[in-house]
């Protein structure tokens, strides 16, 4: 499991023109079952995604499909976890829970 943090490089405003773009991008991945959540950052200088991969370099690979990497909008960090204990509604998304 991932957890892929965004952060902004580029104004706002700038951010907003690539938003409906980025939700196709997640929506993809929600759809594949690699995403498991996503959402904004608070205060609003990026954003997280939570996502299953079988590793890092998948990780890395789905990344390059979003507009706001291709359009240069956010800096990616990749963080692998292995999770160690979960909520039981959870457990779909651990591998061998």
Known sequence: MFII???????LDKVEE???????FLEKYYKSGHFIVSGRKDPRT?????ANASSKNEAEQMITE??????????YMITEFIPSKHNDNFKLFIKDA
Request: a negative charge; glycine letters at 6%.
């Open 66 to 75: 979003d507009p706001f990497y291709v359009h240069q909008i956010a800096d």
């Open 46 to 50: 990026g954003g997280i995604i939570i």
């Open 5 to 11: 943090s965004l952060t902004y490089k580029v104004p």
């Open 18 to 24: 690539y938003i409906p773009e980025h939700n196709h």
